[in-house]
């Protein structure tokens, strides 16, 4: 067992060197290698960091009324208060005509042209809270439709379709990254496997030297197994380093951004699980390429 | 030993190589294959080696039929014999000692065992002090007795051999000549493929004549 275990432990640290000796060639296949790897691991995190979002979004639904310009100022605080003791509401906001008016002044820059106008045209708007434990998209719709046969409310908007909308796209998006990641791993194969393939012919004398003296495949294939599990880990270091960089560059913009449109940030990064899963298969996608190409050559490679 | 019946070997491209061979080699034998260039000697020895198949015919080694061989059995047959080339076929990019150590590594040998076995046979071929040496900065008789060490580092019951001595001055060829002599007096089988018919004569031994592929005399 120990034995054995040495046989490997030397293979592993020879291959290394094999590629050590090779330094510029080996960091090309790796940086190709790593190029690949981080493309999908950007993109699964771009999803990420986009359904990490939309889970803060779904607590905040909210139904807005748009009173018709008849309503007074009272009827509309009347109406408020009726919607408060509604069972399904958790909290109401009344914004009136004049604090619409001063809102959109201050942020739309328009403020001017209003003021060209003879009377406010704005609505009084009540931001509606459904209550929490309301979370179908049923039990939602039923109560927009009450609240839509209200006499006062001319308009009446659930805010939570475009999460709906969002999180459908989430899901193709998500799809997406399983997608592209499958072609990618396929090219990591087949970088690697085409990578031994060459590394194969360099050492061409040596198998067949190696078979004369009673090597079985098996002990030939040791070392570029190995050698393509090098090339996977690298690479799906490199990679590694590469995404945590970008974020780390898009961290502040991308926070200023949320802040701006969401009142909060949070930007999420490649979690312990998620880096030791990009290694992981980073390291058996190499040998797995290296195992193709090592099934298919080595028997062809006798000593005629 | 090694048993020829009736074997005979054919290429597509040139036609029969072997034709109709048969011969017995007992063991601890040590036997010449002579015969002029592309009498089928190291044909021969291929088959032996599991290298090339027969196309009629038996070949037996050490009772074991070699065409009854599979494919994955084929490492562990090699390992009971120890093949010697005229061109060496070392590993230049590797020490005597690691070019010596392979078939020990091969065969899964500890660490110790590997450095004892080859100091060990390091001493018989005369290169001892020679294990940091890279192949190719020793000379030609030094490098088939590397060649030699490692044929026998695993203790082979058969030591085949391709013109061993086909690049060799004739004193030199005459001390390799002398190391198989030894080998063949602690019961290793021996059989030499040359054309050098000097060496043969001096040497006493049996010896096996092929001639455009015909055993013509035993
Ligand atoms: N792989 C091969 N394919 C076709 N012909 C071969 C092959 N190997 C050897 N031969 C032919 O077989 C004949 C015997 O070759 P060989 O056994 O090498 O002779 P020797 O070793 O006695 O000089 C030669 O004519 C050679 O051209
Ligand atoms: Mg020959």
Redesign the pocket.
């Known amino acids: 067992m120990k034995g054995f275990f040495m046989v490997h432990l030397q293979a592993l640290l020879f291959s290394l060197g094999q590629q050590l000796r090779t330094p510029f060639s080996s960091l090309l296949t790796i940086a190709v290698l790593s190029i690949s790897i981080a493309l999908s691991g950007a993109f699964y995190l771009a999803v990420k960091n986009i359904t990490h979002l939309t889970g803060h979004l779904e607590t905040s639904n909210q139904i807005t009324l748009f009173l018709g310009q008849q309503v007074s100022d009272q009827d509309g605080r009347w109406l408020l208060t009726r919607l408060e003791k509604h069972r399904s509401i958790q909290s109401t906001r009344l914004i009136t005509k004049t604090e619409g008016l001063k809102d959109f002044e201050q942020f739309s820059g328009f403020g001017d042209a209003l003021k060209a106008l003879s009377r406010n045209p704005l609505p009084m708007v009540i931001q509606v809270f459904p209550r929490l434990n309301l979370t179908t998209p049923q039990q939602l719709q039923q109560l927009l439709d009450e609240l839509k046969a209200l006499p006062e409310v001319a308009v009446a908007k659930i805010d939570m379709q475009w999460v709906q909308r969002l999180k459908a796209i989430i899901v193709l998006a998500e799809r997406g990254v399983l997608v592209l990641a499958s072609i990618l791993a396929f090219a990591v194969i087949f970088i690697t496997g085409n990578t031994i393939r060459l590394e194969l012919q360099n050492r061409q004398e040596e198998v067949v030297i190696a078979k004369l003296v009673g090597a079985t495949n098996g002990f030939i294939a040791r070392p570029f197994l190995y050698s393509g599990f090098w090339y996977g880990l690298l690479a799906g270091l490199l990679a590694w380093l590469m995404i945590t960089g970008l974020m780390a560059l898009l961290q502040s913009p991308m926070e200023q951004l949320m802040t701006l449109y969401l009142g909060y940030q949070e930007v999420v990064f490649l979690s312990v699980l998620d880096s030791v899963i990009l290694l992981v298969v980073s390291a058996v996608l190499g040998v797995l390429g290296s195992w193709g190409v090592l099934v298919s050559q080595l028997s062809r490679l006798t000593p005629? | 030993m090694i048993k020829f019946d009736q074997v005979s070997k054919r290429?597509s491209?040139?036609g029969d190589?072997l034709v109709d061979v048969s011969f017995t080699i007992t063991k601890g034998e040590m036997v010449f294959l002579t015969?002029p260039?592309?009498?089928?000697?190291?044909?021969l020895l291929k088959l032996i080696a599991l290298v090339e198949s027969v196309s009629r015919g038996q070949v037996f080694l050490e009772g074991q039929n070699l065409n009854r061989i599979l494919e994955r059995e084929v490492p562990f047959m090699r390992r009971k014999m120890g093949l010697i080339f005229q061109d060496y076929k070392l590993l230049n990019d590797r020490t005597v000692a690691d070019n010596i150590a392979l078939p020990l590594l091969i065969a899964g040998y500890s660490h110790q065992e590997i450095k004892r076995r080859v100091r060990a046979v390091l001493d018989k071929v005369g290169l001892a002090g020679k294990e940091k040496s890279y192949p190719l900065s020793l000379s030609g008789g030094e490098q088939q007795r590397v060649g030699i060490a490692r044929a026998v580092v695993n203790k082979p019951s058969v030591i085949l051999a391709d013109e061993p001595t086909g690049n060799l001055d004739p004193a030199l060829a005459t001390e390799i000549m002398r190391l198989f002599k030894q080998f063949k007096q602690v019961g290793v089988t021996v059989l030499i493929?040359t054309h050098d018919l000097s060496q043969v004569i001096d040497s006493g031994c049996r010896q096996l004549t092929?001639e455009q592929g015909c055993l013509v005399s035993d």
């Open positions: 005629e | 290429y491209e040139v190589v015969g260039s592309g009498a089928g000697k190291s044909t493929a092929l």
